[in-house]
């Protein structure tokens, strides 16, 4: 069962070729397809998404196998399903507070 669908934000949990991707908050974008190859050429059974940065920035993707693969900047990327955790949707008060731009004061 996969945890993503389109339209979801997601946490990156797992990036064994972009490590420095792990923590980024992406948008889920579409289903790609349920067999891929892995950067060392395994092939791998589980769903994949497209995904890219919600502002629009270039996301780092890897292309090849190590130790020649590269890296280079794109619009979007893809990552298997196990790779991503959906966030849960922001609350009307938690929408508020992000367009504001600031956190809600606690009373002392």
Known sequence: MNRCKPGDM??????PGSPILLGHIVEVIRGVHDEYFTM???LRIGHAWEVRYPDGRQILQSR?????????????RMFN??????????????YDQAEAGKPEQVAA
């Not at 997601?10 to 990036?15: D, F, K, L, T």
């Not at 090849?64 to 979007?76: F, N, T």
């Open 40 to 42: 060392d050429g395994a």
């Open 64 to 76: 090849g196998r190590p130790p020649l693969h590269m890296h280079m900047l794109a619009p979007a």
């Open 81 to 94: 399903d196990r790779c991503l955790r959906p966030l849960p949707p922001l609350s009307e008060d938690d």
């Open 10 to 15: 997601a946490i990156v949990v797992y990036a």
